[in-house]
């Protein structure tokens, strides 16, 4: 008597349950408070400082690079500068304000009358060009974040840009450009770039962790659950013949900003037909390819299991 082994049947691999996530349009915000933390930490190792001092039709101040410096007070001995029993001017620099000016350079008591020597503490680079860049850098950004240049128009833009650059340079343009762009000087202290990067990088945060977190769909076999509005229970709906649909991508924002980020919008099938749009999805080849072997996977494994 020969007993034959059982036919064991193995259900098909693939993934179980997975999760997308909605992003916000602040995500696409991180290269303003990159950009303004490196410009920042490049402020502070130049170590130039900026002086701020009143002006006026009748206060306006004089500038000298030769004064007379009769000496100064090293605790509390007058030392003088001298040759041959004379004073003698020194080459330096300086703003002499004119008489009567009131004091600004920190520190000033309540009475408006300083208090010891005065302090420079505004740190900004002696680049003009730098805050011309941040300038450029958080208007690319504005830009992209709200018009939306999809498909083929992201393909025109592409092919314009350079076209207009080659007729520019036919025309000798560029150099009237650049002697122009020469002429910005944007000034931003080392605490502006820290202060806006700190406040963004913790808006961009809060809404990464924090929001974009409440808007997802899950997947599961024969079934998802939906979540678009924050503080929303889940629902769930049938996965039967439901479609995927990946949108035309926005090489600016989802290429450039997003490292491949997209727009997904998932169709159910039934008597009761909806429509959900996923915005903002990190990774979306990857997420289309997981949706599909799910799809797949769903097909081949028995019900029940």
Not at 146 to 171: D, K
Request: hydrophobic residues 45%.
């Amino acid at each position: 008597m020969s007993s034959q082994p059982a036919a064991s049947t193995s259900a098909p691999s693939g993934p179980r349950q997975f999760r997308l996530y909605s992003h916000s349009n602040l995500f696409y915000w991180w290269p303003v408070w990159v950009v303004g933390y490196i410009l920042g930490i490049i402020t502070y190792f130049q170590g130039t400082y900026m002086v701020v001092f009143p002006g006026g039709k009748d206060a306006e101040p004089e500038g000298h690079r030769q004064w007379l410096v009769a000496g100064k007070k090293e605790e509390n001995k007058e030392i003088k500068f001298q040759e041959d029993g004379k004073d003698k001017p020194q080459i330096r620099e300086g703003i002499l304000l004119k008489e009567g000016s009131k004091y600004h350079l920190a520190p000033v008591g309540k009475d408006g009358k300083p208090e010891g020597q005065p302090q420079v503490k505004l740190r900004v680079s002696r680049f003009g060009g730098m805050g011309v860049v941040f300038i450029f850098v958080l208007l690319y950004v504005i830009f992209v974040t709200n018009v939306p240049l999809r498909g083929m128009w992201s393909v025109l833009v592409m092919a314009v840009l350079p076209l207009l650059a080659i007729i520019l340079w036919l025309a000798g343009m560029w150099e009237t450009i650049f002697r122009a762009l020469s002429l910005l000087d944007v000034r931003i202290t080392m605490g502006g770039y820290f202060f806006l990067s700190t406040a963004l990088l913790i808006l961009w945060l809060i809404a990464f962790f924090g929001f974009d977190r409440q808007l997802y769909i899950t997947f599961e076999p024969r079934q998802m659950r939906v979540c678009l509005e924050i503080g929303a229970g889940e629902k769930t709906y049938d996965t039967v013949g439901m479609t995927v649909e990946k949108q035309k991508s926005d090489f600016f924002r989802h290429t450039l900003l997003g490292f491949g980020a997209g727009d997904l919008i998932i169709k159910t099938s039934g008597a009761e037909r909806h429509e959900f749009h996923l915005n903002n999805v990190l990774g979306v080849v990857k997420a289309m390819r997981l949706v599909e072997e799910l799809q797949r996977t769903q097909q081949e494994r028995p019900a029940g299991v």
